[in-house]
């Protein structure tokens, strides 16, 4: 039962960063520290060179079930998780049914349990069919397990409602999740609004659609004292707002996705369908300023918002196309790289991935501090590859990022002291 | 000479070069659509498919036209009797047409990006026309065509676009052709229809038509979608007629002789005043008669058959 993780570099972002030992016994971290005897029977890991991290966290996933089975499952979208070192998810709640009641909560963690992988746990709606219009059973669905709410994709425009929303989650204690665009700003958008949306004749988003929506936001949660965490921000003027609403003490948390670090508006040219997702891809003025905002510590939280959808979907016209990449399989080594362009240390890096996330939405995840879950991540951060999506553990391969050539891999994956993944040998 | 690439999909990626061999090549087919029969076996035996996916009578119209006094076999496709009502992807459709040894698939779609997603997916050569917002490439040729039949030199040529300029193909392609062969265009608009970094493109931008149309030798009027109306565009067609609407006064603050082009159909006494439109300088007609001609060149660029 025991597994001890013999002489990795251990980053315990905030606790312990050094070489040593871990020892996992009866699901829980057990010791951390240099020199741990095995104890009879412990399967022993040599982790030389490796990095041995607390397993990820990410606060943003789509997993379509019920639903969208044909997209991902909770069993494929663990999977997939695993495979790129997450221990633990949130799934966002635009399933169909919506996720706004109980038994659809209730359905999903037991698909989880089934799926035996990661742990996956729930967002639930702010509103009833995420309609916008009358708040969901926001207490029940914080009693069956939802660790967060939000209408993801569907952004409350109703400013009433979403002030409500906010000050009933007080009685819970729990997060409100705003995915910021205003709708009648962002209305037929398919990419960003500028210089590229006007040759290619596309419909644009403009950054502004999503900094009113900050705006509102930051402004409601100073008038209610809710926790508001803002998913995925993309524009400079957010990364701006936020900044200034933490500095004047509002609870408000940010997460960021990879591909809004990595990938400027360029790459839709062409009317790559792989390069669409909403928030849609910036400027390079904009991926400086996200930049900045990890490095500052005014965003929070790497999260991949992993939205697969099927070859059929993306194969459409560019307007018609839906929006959304699959990110799990691909998140590390693309945060990874902020590390080699010197915006964070490999501590903050992991750190984005782990504590930050395990404390934006209080979850008791993200720590190898002893009697903390054996949920824990071996990586190789050398380790050369290039993204072949034929190889995704997600049913969909819709990734912007295929033939990429990257650096850093996950080796092993270890979910309450269990081995979930362990990476293909390579010959 | 010949163009070497499968696909006419834009103006964009064009050079100067390109678009004066198409002209040139369209010139000898004016001359065949000039004659009492108006037929040539260039592409006997060649078979184009008009795969159209928004309602269109003109262009369509006028790419049958071309084909059939090329000789080639022609086929009409339009999504209501095909198909796509059936759920059927764009790129299945026109694999479909492939493996019916299609040679040229001349497409018209409503979404930006259309014609180069089906070029990527099929041997056959593609030509666009239009897609969305995007480009209308065989528009804008026709445009140059009727422009450089009148005599008017590119280098240095003023013209004005008026009108929605921001959900214009049409707009799009000319500005990059005109650019391309050194004229000075101008854009003319509400500044709700003017799409963001037009300017980067080459146009110089203008909300005022009479200090936009002073000096130009060719004045070309978009057409305005009524239905937009309501959608924070413009308050209404009669303001929007008052402000951009070409009346023959303001005719007079171009150069002498200025002409009038429009890609149709016209709103008489929306964006163009009736005695403007049947005036002398307006060369509407003529742009509809050069369409046949200029696709006639196009189709036989891009058969090969040269």
């Not at chain 1, 194969?315 to 080699?340: K, M, Y």
């Not at chain 2, 087919?29 to 000039?34: D, H, I, P, R």
């Not at chain 2, 709700?192 to 300017?199: C, L």
């Amino acid at each position: 039962m025991a597994i001890l993780i013999q002489g990795g570099h251990i980053i315990d972002p905030g606790r312990f960063n050094a070489v040593g030992d871990l020892l996992i016994d009866r699901g829980k971290v057990a010791a951390v520290g240099p020199d741990i005897k095995a104890p009879a029977g412990a399967t022993k890991i040599s982790a030389k060179g490796r990095l041995v991290v607390p397993g990820f966290v990410d606060l943003h996933v789509h997993f379509r079930e019920p639903g969208f089975e044909y997209k991902e499952t909770i069993q494929s979208g663990a999977a997939s998780a695993v495979a790129g070192g997450f221990t633990t998810v949130c799934c966002m709640p635009n399933t169909n049914p919506v996720n706004d009641n109980q038994a659809i909560t209730e359905f999903m963690l037991e698909r989880a349990r089934a799926a035996g992988l990661a742990n996956v746990l729930p967002i639930g709606a702010i509103t009833k069919g995420s309609e916008g219009k009358e708040l969901a059973e926001i207490g029940d669905l914080r009693r069956a397990g939802c660790v967060a709410i939000s209408d993801d994709g569907k952004p409350v425009m109703n400013s009433l409602v979403m002030r409500r929303a906010m000050e009933y989650a007080l009685a819970f204690d729990v997060p409100v999740v705003d995915h910021c665009e205003d709708l009648h700003l962002a209305e037929g958008g398919c990419m960003n609004e500028g210089l590229i949306s006007t040759e290619l004749g596309l419909p644009g988003i403009p950054a502004a659609a999503e900094d009113v929506m900050v705006a509102r936001n930051v402004s409601l949660a100073e008038l209610t004292g809710a926790r508001l965490h803002l998913a995925h921000i993309s524009t400079a003027g957010s990364v701006r707002m936020v900044r200034e609403a933490k500095s004047r003490g509002i609870k408000v948390t940010a997460e960021a996705c990879p591909h809004h670090f990595t990938l400027t508006e360029e790459v839709v040219r062409g009317f790559n369908t792989l390069a669409k997702m909403n928030p849609p891809l910036r400027t390079w003025n904009d991926v400086q300023a996200i930049k900045e905002g990890l490095r500052d510590g005014t965003i929070d939280v790497i999260a991949t918002d992993h939205a697969p959808h099927a070859s059929q979907e993306k194969q459409q016209g560019f307007t018609e196309a839906p929006f959304g990449i699959v990110g799990l399989e691909t998140a590390l080594p693309l945060t990874l790289a902020l590390v080699d362009e010197g915006i964070l240390s490999v501590e903050a890096a992991i750190g984005k991935l782990t504590t930050a996330p395990a404390k934006a939405f209080s979850l008791s995840k993200g720590t190898l501090a002893v009697g903390a879950d054996a949920d824990v991540a071996i990586l190789d951060p050398q380790a050369q590859w290039e993204v072949d999506p034929s190889k995704f553990r997600s049913k969909s391969r819709n990734t912007p990022f295929a033939g990429w050539k990257v650096k850093g891999a996950v080796l092993t994956t270890i979910v309450a002291g269990r081995i979930v993944f362990e990476a293909p040998v390579v010959a | 000479m010949s163009l070497k690439r499968k696909d006419l999909l834009s103006l964009a990626p064009l050079s100067a070069d390109d678009i004066k061999l198409i002209l040139e090549t369209a010139d000898s087919f004016k001359e065949v659509t000039g004659r009492e029969i108006k037929k040539v076996p260039a592409l006997r035996g060649r078979t184009v498919v008009n795969l159209f996916f928004e309602p269109s009578t003109r262009t369509r119209t006028s790419f049958e036209l071309a084909a059939k006094r090329l000789s080639a076999d022609v086929i009409n496709f339009s999504p209501s009797s095909s198909s796509v009502v059936k759920g059927e992807t764009l790129l299945d459709t026109a694999r479909n047409i492939e493996a019916m040894q299609a040679d040229i698939i001349v497409l018209r779609h409503s979404s930006a990006g259309a014609a180069e997603a089906l070029a990527r997916g099929v041997k056959s050569s593609v030509i666009n026309a239009g897609d969305g917002w995007h480009e209308h490439p065989t528009q804008a040729l026709l445009d140059l065509y009727t422009i450089r039949e009148r005599g008017l030199a590119f280098e240095g040529l003023r013209v004005a676009i008026v009108g929605d300029v921001a959900h214009s193909r049409v707009a799009r392609s000319n500005i990059h052709a005109l650019s391309k062969l050194g004229a000075e265009v101008r854009v003319v608009g509400p500044p709700t229809m003017m799409p963001w970094g037009v300017d980067k493109l080459g146009a110089r931008v203008y909300y005022n038509l009479d200090e936009a149309l002073h000096g130009v030798q060719v004045i070309m009027m978009l057409r305005l979608q009524l239905e937009r109306q309501g959608r924070a565009l413009f308050p209404t067609i009669r303001e929007y007629a008052r402000l951009y609407g070409l009346t023959a006064e303001r005719v007079k603050l171009a150069d002498p002789g200025a002409i009038v082009m429009h890609p149709g159909p016209i709103n008489r006494g929306v964006e163009i005043a009736p005695e403007v439109a049947d005036s002398l300088s307006s060369v509407i007609l003529d742009q509809v008669a050069n369409g046949v001609a200029v696709r006639m060149g196009i189709l036989y660029l891009m058969s090969g058959a040269n």
